[in-house]
């Protein structure tokens, strides 16, 4: 059974505007699922229906085997959620907050402390937990976050954008995290707009381009999906025949100047195994190599190809 | 219910007294009220009609208390207010909670709240004005309407926080308590009023309650203003807990 499931789920808010518009989904127990897309693409109002936040104004919504919509109570029980702006109460020490999450999460009075103090140690705050949440940095109260998001264990647990604003060194302490989760069979809904975030943590990727799934696979998937790799190449000399390199290299795909940079790139379809033989036909014309790279197409190139626009820096 | 309920009552007794700048003018500002009126307006006990009592401090400790519990009430709504602008409120309503704890834990703590704020000016008029007359009775009639009335005046907060969902809606409210409460006998007798605020608090609740607290105050207890004030309290409340339950529901649907 899939923990997360959607048909035609949809959001329409008052004035008009569709944010999330018939997504079908479909997340297997225990896999990284992330969701990807650029600010105002309709992630975070499609969280807010998988966690009973919003209500559907069409479709429904499966999680953890119970519908959002008619039975918001069981999937409460269900779920961990760590929401885009870490909704912590600043006033409250790390240790307070923990006890507060579980007392509400139904954890038995005498378990209440040691769970807490497993959660904290878990993820690094122990010695902070005396603390008040408002003198925490970032990473801590997004640390702080997930420890609230796992208290009572979860079948699923939701990650809105966990590292948005994060250092890298946070950031890669949060990923940790999820990989551990994941070999602990925990199901993870991760939106992000990082590219690279949802590259490595993911096993399967939807993108989301306004309102609507525009493309869903795995990264390697849909990365092969769109394309081959590039040789791109720069030639010895002061004044390289681009020309004459691109003819040369026409015995191996469709080469394309790029005049500004002086570079000759050519798509190849074998990858690696296939630049000796591009260099060497290059040199028997006497077009000496001076540099070149093989360029693997990115999610962002996935972004691109499916919406027209890219990610990065969106 | 109750353990989450508790559990929220704490956090809240708890945030209001580190976030002094919210807590100190629950019983700052009544205080330097009463002490303007109780220095200004002590003659006044001599008009033609003023009823008597046993010190104008005495008369003038019930109106200071509605006031403080007022501003509890307002004091509540800002922190749920808050609570829903940084997004914590999303957090108890994702909770596997009963969505009625939510308001039922802040009323408990305003409930506390209210106790204290009594507690206080009652220590006040027996380190300065003799003290309230109507013995244990008296002293229990006076923290029955006062607590009553303070998770009454905590639901009207929660319900205009949930219903205006920020900050500033909540404090903008504050002007209006203070002009509520000048229209009801909290601070004057209601014979000594002109017309047309004669009228206005004779429908005022806030003059019950504030009669209620005042008569055990200045005098033995009566049965009359204690049980009006009494019902005037409970009435107040049911309304407005009920007004508070609704609005949630409302939020929640609505979103």
Excluded: C
Aim: cysteine-free; aromatic content about 6%; charged content about 20%.
């Amino acid at each position: 059974m899939a923990a997360i499931e959607t048909e035609r789920l949809s959001r329409r808010f008052k004035g008009g505007l569709t944010a999330v518009d018939a997504i079908d989904l479909s997340v297997e127990a225990g896999e990284v699922y992330g969701f990807l897309g650029p600010n105002g693409a309709g992630k975070t109002t499609t969280v807010r229906m998988l966690v009973t936040l919003l209500r559907p104004t069409g479709g429904r919504a499966m999680v953890a085997g119970h519908d959002v919509a008619r039975d918001p109570d069981a999937v409460r029980r269900r779920i961990g959620v760590a929401l885009q702006e870490a909704a912590l109460d600043g006033l409250m020490t790390g240790r307070e907050l923990v006890e507060l999450q579980a007392t509400l999460h139904g954890i038995a009075p005498s378990a209440v402390r040691t769970r807490g103090q497993d959660l904290l140690e878990r993820v690094g705050l122990v010695e902070a937990q005396d603390r008040r949440v408002a003198t925490y940095s970032g990473g801590m109260k997004r640390r702080l976050d997930l420890a609230l998001a796992l208290i009572h264990e979860p079948a699923v647990l939701f990650l809105d954008e966990p590292t948005t604003g994060l250092d890298p060194v946070s950031r890669m302490t949060l990923w940790e995290e999820v990989r551990r989760l994941k070999d602990r069979g925990t199901t993870v809904f991760l939106t992000t707009q990082y590219l690279e975030e949802a590259d490595r943590l993911a096993d399967r990727l939807g993108i989301i381009s306004q309102g609507r799934i525009v493309a869903e696979g795995t990264p390697a998937a849909l990365k092969a999906e769109i394309g081959h790799p590039h040789l791109e190449l720069a030639f010895a000399g002061d004044a390289p025949d681009l020309d004459a390199a691109a003819t040369v290299m026409a015995a191996f795909g469709p080469p394309e100047v790029l005049r500004e940079l002086e570079k000759v790139r050519v798509p190849l379809p074998d990858g690696a195994a296939s630049i000796a033989a591009v260099v060497r036909a290059l040199d028997e014309k006497g077009l000496g190599v001076a540099a070149l790279e093989l360029v693997e197409p990115t999610l962002d190139d996935v972004f691109a190809a499916k919406t027209g626009r890219h990610l990065e820096g969106a | 219910m109750i353990r989450a309920s508790l559990a929220l009552a704490r956090r809240a007794l708890r945030n209001t007294a580190r976030r002094p700048q919210f807590a100190a003018p629950l019983l700052v500002m009544p205080t330097l009220f009463l002490a303007a009126n109780v220095g200004g307006l002590t003659r006044s006990t001599a008009l033609p009609g003023f009823p008597p009592v046993n010190s104008f401090l005495n008369f003038q400790l019930a109106g200071s208390m509605t006031q403080a519990l007022l501003l509890g009430g307002v004091s509540s709504g800002i922190a749920v207010a808050l609570e829903i602008e940084d997004g914590f409120f999303d957090r108890l309503v994702i909770s596997p909670i009963p969505r009625v704890a939510i308001v039922l834990g802040r009323l408990a703590a305003t409930a506390v709240l209210a106790f204290t704020q009594v507690l206080y000016f009652l220590l006040i008029g027996t380190i300065f004005g003799g003290g309230p007359e109507g013995g244990v009775i008296g002293f229990a009639a006076i923290v029955a309407i006062g607590v009553i009335a303070g998770i009454a005046f905590g639901a009207i907060g929660v319900t205009i926080a949930l219903r205006a969902r920020t900050v500033s809606t909540v404090q903008g409210i504050f002007p209006l308590v203070l002009v509520v409460l000048f229209v009801s006998s909290a601070f004057f007798p209601r014979g000594l009023l002109e017309v047309p605020a004669r009228q206005i608090a004779a429908f005022n609740p806030l003059s019950y309650i504030a009669d209620g607290l005042r008569n055990p105050i200045v005098g033995s207890v009566s049965a009359g203003p204690v049980l009006e004030g009494l019902a005037a309290a409970v009435g107040l409340a049911a309304a407005a807990i009920a007004l508070a339950v609704w609005s949630l529901r409302v939020r929640l649907r609505a979103v």
